[in-house]
């Protein structure tokens, strides 16, 4: 139900807060522009049996709009005792109030079920989770010539049911590792966010911002036998509040056609982690026409989570607040059917929050300093109306190397679409990819294929088929957790 993802690279604390520290996605939902009624109905089967199933619909009539989708997916997974199930909702309803001020409210309920097997070397049985997790937000916006803004107030809440199972190898129920309890915990996440931006004169523009946040949690344990509440946990963290407060200002001036500069600022309080500032600034200068070349430096950062200060045995109620310094020269430039670009970039950071074993038991602890610099290349070219090509190319230095993480990634890719029929393939290389680090420090090099291809049958109906991993390459990205080979998919869309 996404109309288009927005990437923002590079850490952008200011304007979006805490957890901005490497970028953002920002998905923005589709909807109608035009009176009229859209319903897309999307049915997949594959490995694994594995299902995935949306129905969506897009209204318009007058001034009132509404998206409304449900969703199921299922798969038995690639491994004994993997299984995950999932159930969705989403509404999103809106309202003119006339050509300048703009209403919504949106909300979004997922249930999950996932069962995590263990390593391959380690498998357990019964390590089972069952989360709810939902989000609802109401907004009213304004839109002029030369300001606009908006004034949001939004929860994001969960509900969590851990069975942390028993170890290949135990009497089950006998076990050290066997509980006669559920972990519980609950969430919630409560806040206020406005903002306006405004051109003051010619090239110009100034936003300016205030976002408060209340955060609650609370852990407990509770009987598998009766469900009663066995005990509520350590007592820090058996109920929790906390609050954070930020205001920000952006200011950006074209000097010349060719000149531009930003520069912001964000000042936050959190009741736990204390007072940050986090300052931004950059500049773009434009030599061509279709060419920019872009300088910034910005500071990124991220509490620490009631995850990461409350919850479950390895919890630190004494954690600091992660930060990073990034910095970065791009250029990008458009020759014809050609687009192309490359960034440079450097990055800094330190009080890392990291999972280590301290006196025999895990423990989230601020472990110290990070220190990444690579490059970054793509190019993108429309061989005709038919054929596009696409490839990109990282390098990646890391100081201290983090898992998942690969010193080298390139891709190509290709899209062609003729009559009815379109395909896109792509092609992936990781060399160096970390799944392992520390003492045990371990690295994978691997090849990996996707394509997709589809036909519109008719007006309203399109088929398609998946296929990832193509070359049935054997990897992992997390040690102990083989990915699968070679998976297929099929399905059908319907239009009307």
């Not at 609950?186 to 931006?197: A, C, P």
């Amino acid at each position: 139900m996404a109309e288009r993802v927005e990437v923002l690279r590079g850490p952008a604390s200011v304007l979006y807060g805490s957890n901005a520290m490497g970028g953002v996605l920002n998905i923005v939902t589709r909807s109608m522009k035009e009176d009229g009624s859209h319903t897309h109905i999307n049915l997949g089967a594959g490995s694994y049996g594995t299902v995935q199933t949306q129905v969506s619909n897009q209204t318009r009539k007058g001034a009132f709009s509404s998206t409304i989708g449900v969703q199921y997916n299922r798969s038995d997974n690639h491994r004994p005792r993997m299984g995950f199930e999932q159930q969705s909702g989403y509404a999103k309803l809106g309202y003119d109030l006339n050509s300048h001020w703009h209403t919504y409210a949106e909300a979004n309920l997922t249930r999950f079920e996932g069962s995590d097997p263990g390593t391959t070397d380690k498998p357990i049985f019964d390590r089972d989770q069952w989360i709810t997790r939902g989000e609802a937000t109401v907004s009213l916006e304004n839109h002029y010539n030369r300001t606009s803004g908006a004034l949001s107030v939004f929860t994001n809440f969960g509900n969590h049911r851990i069975d942390d199972g028993w170890e290949v190898g135990r009497a089950k129920g006998n076990g050290p590792d066997q509980r006669d309890y559920y972990f519980r915990s609950k969430d919630n996440l409560t806040g206020v966010s406005l903002y306006q931006s405004v051109s003051l004169f010619e090239g110009n523009r100034l936003t300016a911002g205030f976002d408060y946040q209340h955060i609650y949690g609370h852990a407990y344990n509770t009987s598998k036998l009766t469900g009663e509440v066995t005990n509520e946990g350590k007592p820090s963290y058996s109920k929790s509040h906390r609050n954070e407060v930020a205001g920000y200002v952006d200011f950006s001036q074209e000097l010349t056609s060719w000149l531009t500069m930003d520069a912001g600022l964000r000042i936050d309080h959190h009741s736990v982690a204390g007072t940050e500032l986090i300052p931004q600034a950059g500049i773009v200068v434009r030599p061509t026409g279709n060419g920019q070349l872009k300088a910034m430096v910005s500071k990124g950062y991220r509490n620490p989570t009631m995850k990461d200060l409350y919850l479950y045995a390895m919890a630190n109620d004494s954690l600091e607040p992660e930060r990073i310094w990034h910095y970065e020269l791009s250029w990008r430039h458009r020759v014809g059917s050609l687009a192309y670009g490359a960034n440079l970039y450097y990055l800094k950071g330190d009080n890392l929050i990291q999972t280590i074993t301290v006196g025999g038991k895990q423990r989230n602890m601020n472990t110290g300093e990070v220190e990444n610099y690579g490059i970054e290349l793509e190019a993108n070219y429309n061989v005709n109306v038919h054929l596009s090509l696409t490839t990109n190319h990282s390098l990646l230095h890391m100081k201290n190397p983090v898992v998942a993480a690969p010193k080298y990634k390139g891709y190509l890719g290709a899209r062609w679409n003729c009559c009815h029929w379109n395909a896109v393939a792509g092609l992936q290389y990781l060399n160096g990819l970390y799944t392992a680090v520390g003492q045990n420090e371990q690295k994978e090099n691997v090849l990996l294929l996707n394509a997709t291809v589809s036909y519109q049958a008719t007006r309203q109906v399109t088929l398609w088929l998946r296929g990832e991993n193509l070359l049935a390459q054997s990897y992992e990205i997390n040690l102990g957790f083989p990915m699968p080979r070679a998976t297929f998919m099929g399905g059908i869309n319907l239009n009307f």
